[in-house]
């Protein structure tokens, strides 16, 4: 089955640690984003890539840092700058169509940081 | 400033009562106008993609239209299982701008 993958589902940390999110895609995506989600808001963009080995800054990347070295992966660190980062983290791939393009998302990941 | 507004913010629906939701949007370089069904705890599943004024998209029971400066995601007699919270997307250039959904309730 084609889709995207993300791991763990609930992730626990320590204030002041940097945790690593996972993503992986299947669907032979070029483009891959990462969108943070809180109560109340829309989804923001922390991060996006068009290809391997570069990506660019979304509206909210401070205290995030993302890499690209396979088309298939995108993890996401967040790290101790963060200041806020109890949130439901969403990964997400787009692909080219006739006349636009689509993205589809992952299950997404739920960080608790205490 | 590219935006996205969604209405109403919450929806309770009797099951087989009709009604829409609307997403407005001030966005530039429209791409796509994008709709997602997210239930609770769970990434935002697909449903639809418009992509030019008077283009219209079904399926089951939904049904997005589009116009210049909206659009519209119509439920037909809905039924519980519809129950969740409906996002609209802009498309515009590399980038999508969500609006923050509208929560339906279909109450048996």
């Known amino acids: 089955d084609g889709g995207i993958t993300q791991s763990p589902k609930y992730l626990f940390r320590k204030e002041g640690q940097n945790v690593t999110l996972s993503c992986e895609q299947n669907?032979?995506?070029?483009?891959m984003y990462w969108y943070r989600q809180d109560p109340g808001q829309g989804l923001r963009l922390i991060y996006y890539?068009?290809?391997?080995?570069?990506?660019q800054k979304g509206d909210i990347a401070e205290g995030y840092s993302v890499s690209r070295e396979k088309k298939e992966s995108f993890p996401l660190t967040v790290t101790s700058a963060q200041k806020n980062p109890t949130a439901f983290y969403l990964c997400?791939?787009?692909?080219?169509?006739?006349?636009?393009?689509?993205?589809?998302f992952g299950p997404g990941t739920r960080l608790t940081v205490t | 400033e590219d935006q996205v507004t969604q209405s109403p913010e919450a929806l309770r629906l009797q099951e087989g009562e009709s009604s829409s939701l609307n997403c407005s949007y001030t966005?530039?370089?429209?791409?796509?106008l994008f709709w997602y069904r997210q239930d609770p705890g769970k990434g935002p599943e697909f449903l639809f993609t418009?992509?030019?004024a008077g283009e219209e998209k079904e399926k089951e029971r939904l049904k997005a239209t589009l116009t210049k400066k909206e659009s519209f995601l119509h439920i037909t007699a809905p039924k519980p299982e519809d129950s969740a919270t409906y996002l609209c997307?802009?498309?515009?250039?590399?980038?999508?701008?969500f609006g923050t959904g509208t929560s339906l309730t279909v109450i048996p």
């Open positions: 997307a802009v498309g515009t250039g590399n980038q999508f701008y």
């Open positions: 418009l992509y030019s």
């Open positions: 966005v530039s370089g429209l791409r796509g």
């Open positions: 669907l032979n995506h070029d483009a």
């Open positions: 997400a791939s787009s692909i080219v169509v006739a006349g636009g393009y689509e993205q589809y």
């Open positions: 890539s068009q290809i391997v080995n570069d990506f």
